[in-house]
């Protein structure tokens, strides 16, 4: 062997030395004594939950820190042979090409090529050069024809497409991605993790992932993972290894749904079965272990279905003649069910709850609530029946006290103070915030606001809830308290709810029903199990049938539905049981 | 959905030409207009933005609701100075020929109502120009054109990221306000005026924060791709001036040359019917 081909081989092109970092605002460091090095040409991901400083180390490698955010660094970290601190955010971006969550901030070009040319433009370079470095990012990227498009014309995982060219067009060799697949649909996540993998092997670049979305980036190999716990590096395994123990469950990291699966059924998971894949891993040793499993659990007990209350009839519209957003949508809602409404980006998810509360008049159809048709009713009116939750709390506080943004609703609707105080202070207790009425809006945490947003709806004793995403961009952990919560107050409180999502395992394990919208039509009512085991309708719905699925069938298991529906109800047994201790 | 007076890329001569030339023209004619107040001069600068604004193909409901405002402005404008002073046509056409008494003080005469008019197709002759360029010129083109003429790269970009980002705020605004409307905060024409005034907070604050959130994610987008790194910087969208923008800056300029001295000429800036 050469000493130097060994030698560049052998060289990490990411190294941290006993780095640690703390913000300048906070007391303790939020990584700590952090040992890592990435070589050339690897696929690494970094997983944990929120607040494990996996963002920060992320903020380390492309110079945000401590060029835009400032503090104390100890230890030492190259990139490529520089410091970032000294290098700076200009010297690393000619490096590292980071690819940020939100994909709509990012996207700062007014067309597609102008996006694409921003780095390029930035260093001066001649104009034709630009364009034939533009020409050739938009091809690996495959967005060549969408040149001249605005953002406004293009799908979430498009402009992420871009996103990414924008960063090739500078032959970087790191590609860092910051919760890549946070603002996606499952298919086009899906899409994003197969691209990546395409780009490293045809740029031969170094890929660096921040996700906590673990079974989604496993789509595509990966070669080592690394589980960050507070501030620390908690493990760094290959897939395969890490896969086969229980430390991603200790760490707040959710597995693979067919790994839990596989371990539910009592298996013990061998890395040389390659549980990385679904698809590929040998499932011999653990056949008859999944296929008693299946046969000795008990079907989930069904729900009992209350008085139908919300009822959409032969639904359109169309924001332009011609092209309807939805057309001919038809469904029942029964009281206290919990549905989900899924489908791809522009599959007029938010055109329907729009309509259910009047902020937009059908153009046909009718909607009925609790028998009665709708259409009369102002939007002020609707809000006291049907509460509408945005995404994010930020789009819904306006208040700078907990109090008086929970009893906004209640005061403009010349509600008397007394009577007021009495109900926004039992809203309090059952959202969990009566400890921290007395506190201003700033001073809670995003899973907390979220609450105070559902408190400031659930003041006005709605009958129906309606959330847009409501676990967008949470961990698990984050994820598990807000529907644990929502689903609480179902079961208690006797609230319908319906939620606009594109997490299927929110779906699968919340939602009695799910709808499925494609196109502005309705392409099926029916349990999530069964439609995330239907091969066609997923495809077309840009949804993703889930592992356990692949699991069932891979097993012989000839009912995939109803094994994924005993996961569900297993999981969620062993949640409860867990809770109860 | 409505978004009014921005960029609407059409293919017509308008649209093809540089960001300059259209800044140059826009330039020169509210110049000459401001100054002029010759009804000839005015007369014939109506028909030439006229004709400019059909022929970008600009339709009328891009700017509809602007130009209404415009009006209300303008009708303001004109009511405001017949109060105020009622015998500034007199004194500027040194004749009085009143038409009609109204009140002590207040006698209508056609001098006023001919300086009035003046007043009223300058408006005409300015806002047709002033739309057809804000809908015809590409904003990112425009910002390449201004760091062309001596703008520093950083003022001339903000212009083109504030139009890119204002309908992601559009959006946002009306997101929020359905949502507030839900609440039962009421911000249509239903309420009254001065409940809407105060409830405004409730839209302001989280229309604020979301911004905030956004300005974040573009400063850090921006600086990691390199902005602001070097003292100059190139456009993907700029465009070398053509014969065309040659031929429409020399004849812009010789126009307004010309509308000037036709004005000026007796030394004064308006045209007198009356003696």
Redesign the interface.
Known sequence: MEPTNNKTKDNPIISFQDFSFRYRSQKEPTVRHINLDIYPGEKVLITGPSGCGKSTLAHCI?G?IP??FSGEIKGKLLVDGEEPKKAG??GM?KKVG?V?Q?T???F????V??DL???????????EE??QK?DRAADIVEMRDFL?HA??ELSGGQKQRVSMG??LVDDVKILLFDEPLANLDPATGKRTIDLIERIRQKQDVTVVIIEHRLEDVLYRDVDRIVVMHEGEIAADESPDRLLCTDLLEKEGVREPLYIAALKHAGAVLKPEDHPQHIETMNLLPYREQVRSWFARTKEPAAKALGEPVLEVQDLTFS?TQGTPVLSHVSFGIREGEMVSIVGKNGAGKSTLS?LI???LQPDAGKILLEGRDMAPL???E???R???V?Q?P??????PMIMDEVG??LS??GVPEKERTERVLKTLKICGLYPYRNWPVSALSFGQKKRVSIA??LV?NPKILILDEPTAGQDYRHYTEIMEFLKKLNEQMGLTILMITHDMHLMLEYTDRALVLADGTLLADEKPAAVLSDEGLSERAYLKKTSLYDLAVRCGIDDPTAFSERFIACERALREGGQNQ | MNRMISYVKKDTWIHRLSGVTKLFFFLLWCITSALTYDTRILLVMIAVTIAVFVMSKTAWRQVAPVFRVVLFFMVLNVAAIFLLSPYQGCEIYHHRAVLAPLFPGHDLTAEELFYLFNVVIKYFAITPAIFAFLVTTDPSEFAASLNGIGIPYTAAYSVAIALRYIPDVQDDYHRIRNAQEARGIEMSSKAKLTDRIRRTSSIIFPLLFSAMDRIDVVSNAMELRGFGKKKRRTWYAHRKLAAADILVMAGTAAFCTFALVFTFHDGDRFYNPFV
């Open positions: 492309n945000l060029g835009s955010v200009f971006s980071t940020l939100d709509d901030g990012q700062i070009g007014l067309t090529a102008e040319a921003f780095a390029l433009e930035n260093d001066a370079l001649p104009q630009i364009f533009v001249d953002p406004g924008g960063v924001y729009a509360c009047g902020f102002s939007v002020k609707r809000g006291e049907i509460g509408l945005m994010s930020n789009q819904m506080i306006s208040k906004l609703g403009v609707r400031s709806i006005m």
